[in-house]
């Protein structure tokens, strides 16, 4: 049973995902129980394998016992066992948070599952040809997830995010054929040695770093290429901007990790300097004008959209550096922002059913008249901009000190005042929330000015409250895990320990 | 030379000029269809690029036979019937949102839509 474990992750919520499109010919009420059944034996199934990875060490998979190099293989080491523990428990928690926000369609819950499928099979690979499948599976079920709003404003955001999602999934493809052209062979283990004894500075190699690299960071959603984002997040159902803004980019980002340091490895990045600051500097321009541009939001959710940019800047710039402490920092803070950036959006959406606000400045005074989603979404702006105890003080603190004993001095600059960046307009929410006069909503407690939800229910369900406070909790509690988790990491990356 | 070069790598060019031409279509074109079939054309060069990876001179196809060597590499073959499926899904996908957009906004210029969706 062990060993088939990493190839049940992706078949599990596939079989799981064609269930609910049946199920509709009984019934129409069928998918929430049949995806909360499926999640919950992908969790099991998530810890299970991230328990044997952590004692184990990494686990191969030869799908349908083809020899390894020709077959596909998947791939268990403690990254990607965290990424596929952390994409089923996320998924698994908002499904409480969907029952009453989302879309409750059968079809609503296959296509959550299928991008359950394309994340787990993106996060356990170990072949680049089959990695743009599963990018692609997470794409299609993304863009279909995004368009699920109820508003035709949905489908404009969805149709941009395809065509620009596509071509930088196209992108990373040319790539995979320029590598498939030098070395005959796509998996990923194999082209490491092989790209090695051709040499690095081969043209052909450098284009086929350009071309993945950057095909995955239009995915990751970095400075340049972050269009589609905002829009993206803004016009989705509440429930689909939490689970694609904690789940979709981190995905990407973990992609972009194995691609640097599983096939074109560390040695690479020391070998082409200007392939590493590259990367760093696109990373830095990020942080910097994701920051800016959030800064300049009227709307919550917009200003958390390029939020993600900046942040993900920061997990780039971690792993570009490439030292074990910025490596480890940088996981950290992929796994942290996932949780905390999930929950921001989860009590946006919380905050909104509530009272009708959506802008920074319809925030005003909603402190007392929200209670629990107001002090969660305050919790969780403050670990994100890292404030100690909380995980994202933790991602930062590795990272700068990463950066610091690399004697790389700009990025240090750039990722303090980055933080300083993010306190601006996060601490300019917090404040509205508790300190703020109300402005519109004065005198009306309870008259209306809350949208009402069909048949007269609350709008906001006791679950939807138990995950934005689970969040808030989580992204305190994860800070335990961080000594295992950069145990398992320094164990199972062993390029990094080569240094 | 150059020649040369034109008359045994002629099939790259056609990549490249099909890769430019997709490209061109989805930054340039207002129409929505047809910036998705720009998208199609751009997928195409890179499907083509993969089939011409895995030519050999003078090879036949690759189904064993006795003496029948050399082949063609088919594993490029096969990875592309992979991407031609994800190519037609992402297409189905598209045109899908244009019919709701186009219901919706009755528009298909990105122009007008812009006006429209900022509004």
């Given at each position: 049973m062990i060993e088939q474990l990493p190839v049940l992750l992706v078949v599990v919520p596939i079989v799981g995902g064609a269930v609910p499109l049946v199920a509709s010919l009984v019934?129409?009420?069928?998918?929430w129980p049949i995806a909360t059944l499926t999640l919950a034996v992908h969790t099991a199934l998530a810890g299970w394998l991230a328990w044997s990875v952590g004692t184990g060490g990494t686990i191969d998979y030869a799908v349908g016992d083809f020899a390894i190099p020709y077959g596909i293989e998947l791939v268990v080491d403690g990254l990607s066992a965290a990424v596929v523990l952390l994409i089923s428990v996320v998924a698994l928690g908002l499904l409480a948070y969907a029952r009453?926000?989302?879309?409750?369609s059968n079809a609503f819950y296959s296509q959550y599952l299928l991008l359950v499928t394309g994340l787990s099979g993106m996060a356990v690979t170990g072949d680049v040809f089959n990695l743009y499948v599963f990018l692609e599976i997470t794409g299609l079920a993304a863009y279909g997830l995004v368009a699920?709003?109820?508003?035709?404003s949905a489908a404009v955001a969805a149709l941009k995010y395809l065509i620009i999602g596509t071509v930088g999934a196209s992108l990373y493809l040319l790539g995979v054929g320029y590598l498939l052209a030098v070395t005959g062979t796509l998996n990923m283990a194999d082209l490491a040695g092989k790209l090695a004894a051709i040499g690095y500075g081969s043209p052909l190699v450098l284009t086929a770093f350009a071309l993945m690299v950057g095909g995955l960071t239009v995915k990751v959603a970095l400075f340049p290429l972050h269009t589609w984002q905002p829009d993206a997040y803004a016009n989705a159902p509440d429930t689909v901007s939490a689970f694609i803004s904690a789940l979709v980019s981190t995905v990407a980002a973990y992609a972009l990790v194995r691609v640097l340091?599983?096939?074109?490895?560390v040695d690479f990045l020391t070998a082409v300097p200007v392939a590493r600051w590259t990367l760093v500097g696109l990373a830095c321009v990020s942080i910097v004008a994701g920051s800016a541009l959030a800064v300049s939001q009227t709307n919550v959710q917009r200003m958390l959209a390029y939020s993600s940019v900046s942040q993900f800047g920061l997990v780039v710039a971690g792993f570009a550096i490439a030292t074990p402490t910025a490596v480890v920092g940088a996981t950290i803070h992929l796994l942290g922002h996932a949780v905390m950036k999930g929950g921001l959006f989860a009590a946006t959406g919380v905050i909104e059913r509530e009272t009708g606000a959506s802008t920074v400045g319809g925030y005003a005074g909603l402190g007392s008249r929200v209670p629990v989603g107001a002090a969660s979404f305050a919790g969780l702006a403050l670990a994100m901009v890292g404030v100690p105890p909380a995980i994202g003080f933790v991602g930062k603190w590795y990272i700068v000190v990463g950066a610091v004993r690399a004697e790389i001095w700009p990025v240090v600059v750039v990722l303090l005042a980055s933080t300083l960046l993010t306190l601006a307009y996060f601490a300019k929410l917090v404040e509205r929330l508790y300190f703020a006069e109300p402005t519109?909503?004065?005198?009306?407690?309870?008259?209306?000015?809350a949208p009402v939800a069909d048949g007269g229910e609350?709008?906001?369900?006791a679950g939807m409250l138990a995950v934005v406070v689970g969040a808030a909790v989580l992204a305190v509690a994860l800070v335990a895990a961080v000594p295992t988790l950069e145990q398992t990491l320094l164990e199972t990356l062993p390029p990094l320990l080569d240094q | 030379m150059i020649l040369d070069l034109l008359q045994t790598h002629y099939n790259y060019y056609a990549v490249v000029v099909l890769l430019g031409i997709g490209l061109y279509m989805l930054v340039d074109s207002d129409n929505l269809v047809k910036k998705v079939i720009g998208m199609n054309i751009f997928q195409t060069g890179i499907f083509l690029f993969f089939i011409t990876l895995a030519f050999r001179a003078g090879g036949n196809p690759p189904v064993i036979t006795?003496?029948?060597?050399?082949y063609v590499s088919p594993l490029p073959h096969v990875l592309i019937l992979t991407a031609i499926v994800v190519g037609v899904s992402l297409t189905a996908v598209a045109l899908a949102l244009i019919i709701r957009i186009y219901s919706e906004y009755?528009?298909?210029?990105e122009e007008t839509l812009k006006q429209l969706y900022y509004d």
């Open positions: 019934s129409d009420r069928a998918g009453r926000a989302g879309p409750r699920s709003g109820r508003e035709a340091f599983s096939v074109f490895t519109i909503y004065e005198g009306d407690d309870d008259a209306g000015a609350s709008p906001v369900s | 006795e003496g029948g060597g050399p009755g528009t298909l210029d």
